[in-house]
C-alpha cells in the first residue's frame, strides 16, 4: 500500500523542485489514513493533489454524515496532519514553475475535454509567442483561462524557452530545440534523458 502510494506521489511530483520531503510526507499519510480507516478506506480519496482529497471542502463533512464514527480524535489529528501536507505542496508548487505550468494545462485540458491532458494544450506555445491574442486553441468551457494564469503561461514560456508535452509514460518539458529532436521511432529513451538533464527553473 504504501509503496503504491509512494510510487503516486513521485508521479505527481515529477516536475517538482525538491520534492523529496512531500513525497514521503504523502507516503506515510497515506498508509496512516488507510490503517486508521480500515474498510472505510474503500471510500477515501486520498490524491496528492490536496484539492482532490477527501479531507479537504465538503468532502469531508460528507463522509461524516455518512460514517459519523470517525469523528474522533485520531481522525482530527489526520486532518491537521493533511493540512500541513497541503501547506508544503503549495511551498513546492510555488518553487516548481514547471509543475506549475501542468497543473494549469491540467485544468485547461479538463475544461476543454474532460480529460487530465489533451493534445490541444501543446498547442498554446504558438498561440502565447503571437501575444496571446484573440482566441486560444481551446474550447475553455470553464473558463480557466483568467488572465493571471495566462500571465503565467506566458512567462514560464518565455524563461525556459520551452513547454509540456504528453507521452505515454508521462510529461515532458522539452526547449523548442529539444522538441525537433525528438526521434518518432523510439522516443522514450531520448524523452527520459531529458528529464534527467533538465535544468532547474526553482524560483522562475
Same mark, same amino acid.
Given at each position: 500500500?504504501?509503496?503504491? @502510494?509512494?510510487?503516486?506521489? @513521485?508521479?505527481?511530483? @515529477?516536475? %517538482?523542485?525538491?520534492?523529496?520531503? %512531500? +513525497?514521503?510526507? *504523502?507516503?506515510?499519510?497515506?498508509?496512516?489514513?488507510?490503517?486508521? @480507516?480500515?474498510?472505510?478506506?474503500?471510500?477515501?480519496?486520498?490524491?496528492?493533489?490536496?484539492?482532490?482529497?477527501? !479531507? !479537504?471542502?465538503?468532502? *469531508?463533512?460528507?463522509?461524516?454524515?455518512?460514517?459519523?464514527e470517525i469523528e474522533n480524535a485520531n481522525f482530527n489529528l489526520l486532518i491537521g496532519k493533511w493540512w500541513r501536507y497541503a501547506l508544503l505542496h503549495q511551498k513546492i508548487l510555488d518553487r516548481s514553475p514547471l509543475m506549475e505550468l501542468e497543473h494549469y494545462l491540467s485544468q485547461i485540458s479538463e475544461s476543454h475535454a474532460s480529460t487530465s491532458w489533451s493534445d490541444h494544450v501543446e498547442k498554446l506555445?504558438?498561440? +502565447?509567442?503571437? #501575444?496571446?491574442?484573440?482566441?486560444p486553441p481551446i474550447d475553455d468551457r470553464d #473558463?480557466?483561462?483568467?488572465?493571471?494564469? +495566462?500571465?503565467?503561461?506566458?512567462?514560464?514560456?518565455?524563461?525556459?524557452?520551452?513547454?509540456? *508535452?504528453? *507521452?505515454?509514460?508521462?510529461?515532458?518539458?522539452?526547449?523548442? %530545440?529539444?522538441?525537433?529532436?525528438?526521434?518518432s521511432d523510439e522516443p522514450f529513451a531520448y524523452l527520459e534523458a531529458t528529464r534527467t538533464a533538465r535544468p532547474s527553473f526553482e524560483g522562475l
Open positions: 500500500m504504501e509503496n503504491t @502510494a509512494f510510487a503516486r506521489a @513521485a508521479n505527481h511530483f @515529477a516536475l %517538482a523542485e525538491r520534492p523529496d520531503d %512531500a +513525497i514521503s510526507l *504523502y507516503s506515510h499519510l497515506f498508509h496512516e489514513t488507510m490503517t486508521s @480507516a480500515g474498510e472505510l478506506g474503500r471510500e477515501l480519496r486520498l490524491s496528492p493533489w490536496p484539492q482532490s482529497s477527501v !479531507f !479537504f471542502f465538503s468532502d *469531508y463533512n460528507s463522509l461524516l454524515i455518512r460514517h459519523p506555445p504558438e498561440w +502565447i509567442d503571437e #501575444g496571446a491574442k484573440g482566441f #473558463g480557466v483561462m483568467t488572465k493571471r494564469i +495566462i500571465d503565467r503561461m506566458t512567462h514560464i514560456r518565455a524563461t525556459t524557452k520551452g513547454w509540456l *508535452y504528453g *507521452y505515454i509514460w508521462g510529461n515532458y518539458f522539452l526547449t523548442d %530545440a529539444q522538441l525537433r529532436e525528438v526521434p
